[in-house]
């Protein structure tokens, strides 16, 4: 019994190729996500990779993705790329081990910063962040150049995390190179990012010591952010404030010193690059499909009305932007994988037997375009298949692009708010103009991002 799956064997693999790293470097070791999906599309439902002598399981299709979902059976799994962050993040939320007691202490603290009061109190400050995108985005306008989306996006969104969770101001929309907080972000993830197809042996040292200089820059940011917030007042509310100040509400226990440091980072990470990816499909997507974003132009000018600015109801009211913002996440779901474990022995589907601890990836952008879960057409992009009634329609469980059950994504209300409110903006400012040469290419760090997107845009004349 090969790693806690018995009938291993009989799980299809591709044609074994490269004796020592195995399969998973394959054809690309840069993109190895889009690698998988090709394998996917000619190994079925479920299919194995082999590298560095063990063996991965992928699960994509929906009906043994939504067994998977069962949190009786089955729990998040942290390994692989999520075990390589601990030494930046630790115990966390995002790479907290279930049974450590950080994890529900943290949750429990921290969720009532994510709930509906919380979300209205962060819609100024999102809009004051947006703000500065329009700004940036009329003086290219005025200079006839275009836009780089997945850049502008990636600083809208950092921005917004830094400002409604700790009150920083990074300043990304006034530099001309990133700052050095983000430079630092940027390497550890990447270094993390290669010690998932090179085993650590193989890293330089350099990269090594590089990263441990990453990690103490990080570090040193955070506990000044914390020491001066300790010191004033100021960020009422905020995520930081709730981090230092809330008390459990049974236990009446603390976040440490450490772990407060540990989630700030969590935050600034898992706060930015993967919102930031969905906003720039989903432009991708408007510029190339103008019926659509004349459809969803059109809801914004009538909810929005005349209003200067929109208030927080008016952003939840947009459901046609909603639905762009879906199926952009069903297309190219920007954090594209979840590991689940098995709780006890168990079957998978009533077929695939595993042993307590063995555990599979879900590859959602390929659950997302299960034709037995999506149709003859799943390649296609169309916001109506989240109309309500296709909605009801459609098995549970096939659409995940936060993750699923108790480890789900905290941030998930926050980023649709933050996406829908922008998205909202910009199509009521702007006219988009694609690139008629351009192709999607997309490019993985920890997330999926269309490389290179650059669109013209024009203010649409009498638009507030
Ligand atoms: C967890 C996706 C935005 C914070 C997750 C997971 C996914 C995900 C798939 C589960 C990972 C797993 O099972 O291993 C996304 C996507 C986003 C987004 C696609 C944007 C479109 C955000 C934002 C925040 C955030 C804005 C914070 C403000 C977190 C945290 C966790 C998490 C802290 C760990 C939760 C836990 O284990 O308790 N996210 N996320 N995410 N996300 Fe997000």
Request: net charge positive.
């Amino acid at each position: 019994a090969e790693q806690g799956w018995p009938e291993l064997h009989r799980i299809p693999h591709p044609p074994r190729r490269v004796p020592l790293l195995g399969d998973v470097l394959g054809a690309s070791r840069t993109r190895p996500l889009q690698d998988s999906v090709r394998h996917a599309r000619r190994l079925g439902p479920i299919f194995r990779r082999k590298a560095f002598n063990k063996e991965f399981v992928f699960v994509w299709g929906g009906a043994l993705s939504a067994d998977l979902a069962d949190e009786t059976r089955f729990a998040k799994h942290v390994g692989l790329g999520i075990a390589n962050l601990r030494p930046v993040v630790g115990d966390a939320l995002f790479t907290a081990y279930n049974h450590e007691p950080n994890w529900q202490l943290a949750h429990d603290v921290l969720a009532p910063g994510f709930s509906r009061e919380a979300m209205e109190g962060y819609h100024a400050m999102m809009l004051d962040v947006a703000g500065r995108l329009t700004g940036h985005w009329d003086r290219a306008a005025l200079a006839g150049r275009t836009v780089d989306v997945p850049g502008d996006m990636t600083k809208l969104t950092l921005e917004t995390i830094a400002r409604t969770g700790f009150g920083h101001d990074f300043g990304s929309f006034e530099r001309s190179r990133p700052h050095p907080f983000v430079t630092a972000m940027v390497g550890t993830l990447a270094h993390a990012q290669r010690l998932n197809t090179v085993p650590a042996a193989f890293l330089l040292r350099a990269s090594a010591r590089r990263n441990e200089a990453d990690i103490a820059y990080l570090n040193r940011t955070v506990d000044d952010l914390v020491r001066e917030r300790r010191r004033g007042s100021g960020g009422e509310g905020d995520l930081l404030d709730r981090m230092l100040r809330t008390a459990h509400p049974e236990t009446g226990e603390r976040l440490s010193p450490e772990n407060v440091r540990r989630q700030v980072i969590t935050f600034l990470v898992a706060g930015h690059e993967t919102t930031s990816g969905a906003l720039s499909f989903a432009l991708y997507y408007l510029a190339r499909h103008p019926d659509v974003a004349a459809r969803a132009r059109a809801e914004v000018d009538r909810v929005w009305g005349d209003a200067e600015l929109p208030g927080y109801d008016q952003v939840a009211k947009l459901r046609y932007v909603r639905r762009v913002l879906d199926e952009s996440l069903r297309l190219w779901p920007t954090a594209p994988a979840f590991a689940r474990e098995a709780r006890e022995d168990t079957v998978l589907a009533g077929d695939h037997p595993m042993r307590r601890g063995a555990w599979a990836l879900v590859l959602t952008p390929m659950l997302h375009r299960d034709p037995e879960v999506w149709g003859a057409d799943a390649e296609r992009f169309d916001p109506d298949r989240f109309d309500p009634k296709a909605v009801r329609s459609r098995a549970p469980h096939t659409f995940k692009p936060f993750g699923t059950g108790a480890r789900a994504c905290i941030g998930r209300q926050f980023a649709l708010h933050e996406a829908t409110l922008v998205l909202g903006l910009l199509l009521r400012r702007y006219a988009l103009r694609p690139d008629p040469d351009y192709r999607l290419r997309v490019t993985e760090r920890l997330t999926l991002m269309p490389d290179g997107l650059r669109l013209g845009v024009d203010r649409r004349t009498g638009a507030v």
